[in-house]
């Protein structure tokens, strides 16, 4: 059974870095494109960013350009989101989801996401 | 403001037939297939719809997609009341190099 577990979500003050996780299991991780949305409290999803198999490749919303690095340790079977300069407009709900494909596909399994509260 | 535009409501009686719409671009969905995602309140999304019309293992088939030209509907026919959740579309964009979802749409199940 596919299974993505996130982690790493909490209050943070604003100008603050926080680094989530997702732990996968099910599947040959290392196989598949990884990627993040989040969706802030009441509103839609927004993708945020998304790497392929082996790190090669990275896309990251225009939104969060420069201040979040995604990466991922292909023999821990996890994928990271490091999150830094963060702003208020930032607190949402992170999903992490296996992409069938970089650029194409789908988004096939989603974990259940982590909560980020950006507040003073 | 979204690059996909759906309606953000629908709503429909049990066993009626819905039809929830997406609108983009030829940079979008014009040139890309679509995928649709279902959110019951409180869960994660879950795939529904992908490559414009194909069903995932175990999503029944009153669910179903089309596609034509830079705009794409999900209908739902014979309306139940677990169906009532938010429904997103989604898609890739060359325009933006990125992924793009529709703002959402809530259904009510009267």
């Known amino acids: 059974e596919v299974q993505l577990v996130e982690s790493g979500g909490g209050l943070v003050q604003p100008g603050g870095s926080l680094r989530l996780s997702c732990a996968a299991s099910?599947?040959?991780?290392?196989?598949?494109?990884m990627h993040w949305v989040r969706q802030a409290p009441g509103k839609g999803l927004e993708y945020v960013s998304g790497i392929s198999t082996n790190g090669g490749n990275t896309y990251y919303a225009n939104s969060v350009k420069g201040r979040i690095t995604i990466s991922r340790d292909n023999s821990k079977n996890t994928l990271y989101l490091q999150m830094g300069s963060l702003r208020a407009e930032d607190m949402a709900v992170y999903y992490c989801?296996?992409?069938?494909?970089?650029?194409?596909?789908?988004?096939?399994?989603w974990g259940q996401g982590t909560l980020v509260t950006v507040s003073s | 403001q979204s690059v996909l535009t759906q309606p953000p409501s629908a709503s429909g009686t049990p066993g009626q037939r819905v039809t929830i719409s997406c609108s983009g671009s030829s940079s979008n969905i014009g040139s890309n297939t679509v995928n649709w995602y279902q959110q019951l309140p409180g869960t994660a999304p879950k795939l529904l719809i992908y490559s414009n019309n194909q069903r995932p293992s175990g999503v029944p088939d009153r669910f179903s997609g089309s596609k034509s030209g830079t705009s794409a509907s999900l209908a739902i026919s014979g309306l139940q009341s677990e169906d009532e959740a938010d429904y997103y579309c989604?898609?890739?964009?060359?325009?933006?190099?990125?992924?793009?979802f529709g703002g959402g749409t809530k259904l009510t199940v009267l």
């Open positions: 989801a296996r992409g069938t494909d970089m650029v194409h596909g789908r988004f096939d399994y």
């Open positions: 989604a898609t890739w964009d060359d325009s933006l190099s990125g992924w793009v």
């Open positions: 099910g599947f040959t991780f290392s196989s598949y494109a």
